[in-house]
């Protein structure tokens, strides 16, 4: 079953790391990804821009409406997503735990194709 990691963070505490930090973050990340990618566990991966970089879309009516950023009233946002590919949900927790960081939150969510089934 497929199974997307969303993590969370405070983007004012990420964008202080330093590179060293940051480069360490990463390195732990990627150590993950690369034992899920050799087995062919893992599904597309992405890190996000920064919050004032996005855009939201809204389409209560016609035409639709684009303004500056999700605006969120957290105190965490999303910042990557990973894709995995486990056979229990027990096990995709055990995975989701490898991926949060210090201060940080991970959301796990059973993912489906957007016909529905698994394809």
Known sequence: MLYTILCYNSE?????WTKDEDDAVMQKLIAVQEKLARKR?????ARLGPTTTARTVRKDREPFMVTDGPYAETKEQLAGFFLIDCATRERA?????HFAQP???VELRPAMWAGGDDQ
């Open 103 to 105: 201060g940080g939150t």
């Open 12 to 16: 004012t505490m990420v964008t202080s």
């Open 93 to 97: 927790e055990e995975i989701a735990a």
């Open 41 to 45: 566990k893992l599904g597309p991966v």
